[in-house]
């Protein structure tokens, strides 16, 4: 098994081999995942990320430590893949936007909406204090659900604050954060097709969490980079099969398909297959 990863071309590689920059959309849903390792504490991190209208997977590194140099070295990967996003999705994690300014200055950031509100349901502890509940539930639909535009999340959050705040220090904070972080918290809403959450890398996690549970963790660091190399490889040029609703269209292609240059030969890699379903529309 060893010796047949060894075989395998780096992922990155792959992708500024056939890809083609220009067919990726350029909105890029990014994520880290602690991958059970010897001589790491928690795991070593493994930080990747999904181009979102492709489902394709240009790059992913294997990081010693999650911190912002990490975040800068993935990000320069990308950039030497002529990858450029026009939007990175992500959860708030320390030095995160920090290294999308050294790196992409031109990209936006969009906070995942899903974590940003469970950090507030956690901090007002609203799974099991009732007292602001209410407020939780008002800011969601006001702020967070209902409003198509900037302008109206501004009304809607000025509506929670005029009329469910009610001197609570605690609440107060909230709509401060939320004040505070409006430019990252709404990028979407300016960016066609833009998601406002990392649903779909945090379903890939799902995914790639039932196959290390099996493995059991990696006896070095080498090993794991070997095996997600592998991974991202596999997953790149296996047909999907379980996109809904808007990536219906997706289904029965495998990602690459959609960025791999055209007329460029499908790359030949131990037990990958030339994809059976071929494009009807030109890109």
Not at 24 to 40: I, P, Q
Not at 197 to 219: D, M, Q, V
């Amino acid at each position: 098994m060893v010796a047949e990863l060894d075989t395998l071309p780096e992922n990155a590689s792959l992708t500024k081999q056939v890809c083609d920059p220009r067919a990726f959309s350029g909105l890029l849903v990014m994520d880290g995942k602690y991958v059970k390792t010897r001589g790491f504490r928690k795991g070593a991190p493994f930080i990747w990320g999904i181009d979102y209208l492709t489902h394709d997977i240009p790059a992913g590194i294997l990081a010693r430590i999650e911190d912002e140099d990490e975040f800068v070295r993935f990000f320069r990967t990308l950039a030497s893949l002529g990858y450029y996003p026009t939007v990175i999705v992500g959860d708030d994690r320390k030095g995160l936007k920090r290294a999308i300014t050294r790196v992409f200055p031109q990209a936006r950031y969009q906070l995942c909406h899903v974590h940003f509100l469970e950090n507030i349901r956690q901090y007002l502890k609203v799974r099991t204090d009732p007292a602001h509940q209410h407020f939780f539930n008002s800011l969601k639909l006001h702020v967070f659900t209902e409003p198509k535009t900037i302008e109206q999340v501004v009304a809607g959050l000025r509506y929670v604050r005029d009329n469910r705040v009610q001197g609570d220090s605690l609440r107060q904070a909230v709509i401060l954060g939320v004040h505070d972080r409006l430019p990252d918290l709404f990028t979407y809403l300016n960016v066609p097709g833009c998601p406002n959450n990392t649903n779909l890398i945090e379903l890939y996690n799902s995914h790639l969490s039932a196959r290390l549970k099996s493995l059991k963790g990696f006896k070095s660091f080498l090993a794991a980079k070997g095996f997600l190399n592998a991974y991202l490889i596999r997953r790149r040029t296996k047909p999907l099969t379980d996109c809904d609703t808007a990536f219906k269209h997706l289904n029965g292609y495998a990602s690459l398909q959609f960025t791999i240059k055209k007329q460029a030969p499908w790359p030949d890699i131990l037990g990958v297959k030339p994809p059976e379903k071929t494009l009807k529309t030109e890109r």
